[in-house]
């Protein structure tokens, strides 16, 4: 069973009023989540003390939602609360990621996930990033954007086609029939090159030399930069590489810059590549990832850099939890 969660605020204490909300609200919850009413096994809603003129499951029940239990109640009076609000919880037999609405005034509750908004998190190799970014968006019910399996897309193709990775003019002349596209499917990126997934090949560790040469270039970075911003500029999500904070998305609601000793970030990577089955040695992985932290952060265009504004967090001794709880504070604290 999941349970979707939904508020909104109403004008005035009026039978109309709570009538027009509820409606609303229920029609938003069913739309975003793509239900049908007889999906709906029930909803509770309370509404705040100063709510008397209607019963917000009469409405419910004029709404159309007649096929389930509907139960209302009234919260205690709480000092400095919102007003005139009222609260829904719709209880559902469906496997899916809910996705919660709050309308109104009631988005003062729950800015993170009532309106558009961007993550952007930044950091070197093996700092944890790609790691956060999944689970804070899976988190949050947003879009994740994997904005490194695209200059690694770009990369792969560089290595196919035998060009000279030194050679700006022969990879901007690549990027002219560059044919790039991203899939979602099941919540989860693919990365099309070609009309091929390559969301598994481009994750070698040559492919991830070779983006970090490639990216240094302005043709590669602005055709890619122009398809994230374009992405992000229509949907909430969180991206994560090297210059989202600083280039990509300076204006993003939320930035992190995570990081972690080289010894950790190596040992992550490292271990990370054996996962995959590559044979690897952890001192040659240690010194790629040095070579490549000096590469990303002295390129001429939008270097490795951590923004002004952005929250740094220090992952070395960190587990995932530890992490994703600390940057969740972050962002309450910010709303």
């Known amino acids: 069973?999941?349970?979707?969660?939904?508020?909104?605020?109403?004008?005035?204490?009026?039978?109309?009023?709570?009538?027009?909300?509820?409606?609303?609200?229920?029609?938003?919850?069913?739309?975003?989540?793509?239900?049908?009413?007889?999906?709906?096994?029930?909803?509770v809603f309370s509404s705040t003390s100063d709510i008397h003129s209607y019963y917000p499951a009469k409405a419910a029940r004029e709404a159309g939602f007649s096929s389930c239990s509907l139960f209302s109640a009234q919260e205690p009076?709480?000092?400095?609360?919102?007003?005139?609000?009222?609260?829904?919880?719709?209880?559902?037999?469906?496997?899916?990621?809910?996705?919660?609405?709050?309308?109104?005034?009631?988005?003062v509750l729950r800015k993170d996930i009532a309106e558009k908004y961007n993550i952007a998190i930044d950091g070197p190799a093996g700092s944890g990033k790609s790691t956060v970014a999944k689970r804070l968006a899976k988190d949050l019910n947003i879009l994740y954007l994997d904005t490194g399996a695209m200059y690694r897309a770009c990369a792969l193709k560089a290595l196919q086609s035998g060009v000279d990775l030194e050679?700006?003019?022969?990879?901007?002349?690549?990027?002219?029939?560059?044919s790039l596209d991203i899939e979602y499917e099941g919540g989860v990126q693919k990365t099309i090159l070609d009309g091929k997934d390559v969301s598994d090949a481009i994750r070698s560790p040559e492919v991830s030399m070779a983006a970090s040469s490639v990216s240094k270039y302005a043709s590669v970075r602005m055709k890619m930069v122009e398809k994230q911003?374009?992405?992000?500029?229509?949907?909430?999500?969180?991206?994560?590489?090297?210059?989202?904070?600083?280039?990509?998305?300076?204006?993003?609601?939320?930035?992190?810059?995570?990081?972690?000793?080289?010894?950790?970030?190596?040992?992550?990577?490292?271990?990370?590549?054996?996962?995959?089955?590559?044979?690897?040695?952890?001192?040659?992985?240690?010194?790629?990832?040095?070579r490549r932290d000096v590469q990303d952060s002295t390129r001429a265009i939008a270097p490795l850099k951590r923004a002004d504004d952005a929250v740094e967090v220090d992952t070395s001794s960190l587990g995932i939890e530890e992490v994703i709880d600390l940057v969740k504070r972050k962002m309450q604290e910010k709303i």
Not at 16 to 34: D, H, K, T, Y
Request: charge should be negative; charged fraction near 30%; include cysteine.
């Open 229 to 290: 911003r374009e992405i992000a500029g229509r949907m909430s999500c969180v991206l994560d590489g090297r210059d989202i904070g600083t280039f990509v998305l300076p204006e993003a609601d939320f930035k992190f810059f995570l990081t972690a000793s080289p010894e950790v970030r190596a040992k992550r990577r490292f271990d990370e590549l054996v996962a995959k089955g590559l044979n690897v040695d952890f001192e040659e992985c240690k010194r790629e990832l040095t």
């Open 77 to 107: 009076d709480i000092e400095g609360g919102l007003k005139l609000c009222i609260r829904a919880m719709l209880f559902v037999e469906k496997d899916i990621r809910p996705s919660h609405v709050y309308l109104g005034g009631a988005r």
């Open 1 to 43: 069973m999941v349970v979707i969660r939904g508020a909104t605020t109403i004008a005035a204490d009026t039978k109309e009023e709570i009538q027009r909300a509820v409606g609303e609200l229920l029609e938003q919850i069913v739309s975003r989540n793509s239900l049908i009413k007889g999906e709906v096994m029930s909803i």
């Open 167 to 178: 050679s700006e003019e022969q990879i901007c002349d690549l990027m002219r029939t560059l």
